[in-house]
């Protein structure tokens, strides 16, 4: 999608350090549900890259709540209540409750501005990477999510690719769920940009600057960045050869609107220009 003045960058991450830097990302995914061991990320920097990753000696993150699901995923914020407690972000389980108190934390909540990831995926047909906006959920109503991209690997091919995108609404009574995979030519295998320009009218989704889909409503509230690979192996034995699976990121940016300028007030009586020439106001 197109930048121009109306934009301005308030978040990115290039992942040219030597580490991941702890001031942007949580590298663990939706703790308060499991723990922040379990549901740890696996990831390597390195040569201006982030590769997310799922080994073969990974653990379900939550097999109480998820089966056998693994992932490794990074967040720009958390919210959860007390243990024992239903309260905190992403509640997909209604069997979900707190299972390990978190330290509150946002480090990028934006609400709304454009969103921006350049990225490759896998073709293993087991894996979904995904960029997700959810609402940090300091109130339980504020809980929608908006998909930036979301690509499974049976969904990649050499000439097309079919990329998730839209919103839902969660516990969001305002958010109607709105959400499609969109065939886009390109191979996703390859490095390509998602973005989603989030205003207080509509949402815009694009890949590489061109738009895909629009939807006509907007969460009104601070939302986070989730950005991770899922692998949906089920109980079967890991494939000698196949690990680790990675999602391979090039970098994440968020920009905010600028403000508009202030026009100046009328005067109450302005002064009639004089014939052949204009009087200058407010100089």
Same mark, same amino acid.
């Given at each position: 999608? &197109?930048?121009?003045? &109306?934009?301005?960058?308030?978040?990115?991450?290039?992942?040219?350090?030597?580490?991941?830097?702890?001031?942007?990302?949580?590298?663990?995914?939706?703790?308060?549900?499991?723990?922040?061991?379990?549901?740890?990320?696996? #990831?390597?920097?390195?040569?201006?890259?982030?590769? =997310?990753?799922?080994?073969?000696?990974?653990?379900?993150?939550?097999?109480?709540?998820?089966?056998?699901?693994?992932?490794?995923? =990074?967040?720009?914020?958390?919210?959860?209540?007390?243990?024992?407690?239903?309260?905190?972000?992403?509640?997909?389980?209604?069997?979900?409750?707190?299972?390990?108190?978190?330290?509150?934390?946002? =480090?990028?909540?934006?609400? #709304?501005?454009?969103?921006?990831?350049?990225?490759?995926?896998?073709?293993?047909? =087991?894996?979904?990477?995904?960029?997700? *906006?959810?609402?940090?959920?300091?109130?339980?109503?504020?809980?929608?999510?908006?998909?930036?991209?979301?690509?499974?690997?049976?969904?990649?091919?050499?000439?097309?690719?079919?990329?998730?995108?839209?919103?839902?609404?969660?516990?969001?009574? &305002?958010?109607?769920?709105?959400?499609?995979?969109?065939?886009?030519?390109?191979?996703?295998?390859?490095?390509?940009?998602?973005?989603?320009?989030?205003?207080?009218?509509?949402?815009?989704?694009?890949?590489?600057?061109?738009?895909?889909?629009?939807?006509?409503?907007?969460?009104? #509230?601070? *939302?986070?960045? *989730?950005?991770?690979?899922?692998?949906?192996?089920?109980?079967?034995?890991?494939?000698?050869?196949? #690990?680790?699976?990675?999602?391979?990121?090039?970098?994440?940016?968020?920009?905010?609107?600028?403000?508009?300028?202030?026009?100046?007030?009328?005067?109450?009586?302005?002064?009639?220009?004089?014939?052949?020439? &204009?009087?200058?106001?407010?100089?």
């Amino acid at each position: 999608m &197109a930048r121009d003045d &109306a934009y301005e960058l308030e978040f990115e991450d290039t992942f040219d350090g030597p580490t991941l830097d702890e001031r942007r990302w949580i590298a663990c995914y939706l703790p308060q549900w499991s723990s922040r061991e379990r549901a740890a990320a696996r #990831y390597e920097v390195g040569d201006g890259r982030l590769r =997310l990753l799922i080994d073969a000696d990974q653990e379900p993150w939550a097999p109480e709540l998820d089966g056998e699901v693994r992932v490794s995923s =990074l967040q720009t914020g958390v919210f959860a209540g007390p243990v024992g407690s239903t309260i905190g972000q992403h509640r997909f389980s209604p069997a979900a409750v707190v299972r390990e108190a978190q330290p509150n934390a946002r =480090l990028y909540t934006p609400q #709304y501005g454009l969103i921006e990831l350049r990225a490759r995926v896998s073709g293993d047909p =087991l894996t979904m990477a995904a960029l997700w *906006m959810i609402g940090y959920e300091d109130e339980p109503e504020r809980s929608a999510e908006i998909c930036v991209c979301e690509i499974f690997g049976r969904d990649v091919g050499p000439d097309a690719a079919g990329v998730g995108m839209g919103v839902h609404p969660f516990g969001d009574p &305002a958010i109607v769920d709105e959400f499609s995979v969109e065939t886009v030519p390109i191979d996703a295998r390859e490095f390509h940009v998602y973005a989603a320009d989030w205003t207080p009218e509509s949402i815009s989704f694009s890949v590489d600057a061109r738009i895909v889909k629009i939807v006509e409503q907007s969460p009104a #509230y601070p *939302m986070q960045l *989730m950005l991770g690979i899922y692998e949906f192996r089920g109980d079967a034995p890991p494939v000698e050869g196949g #690990y680790p699976k990675e999602f391979v990121v090039d970098y994440v940016r968020g920009y905010r609107r600028r403000a508009l300028p202030r026009r100046k007030a009328p005067l109450e009586h302005e002064p009639e220009a004089p014939s052949g020439g &204009a009087v200058e106001v407010g100089r």
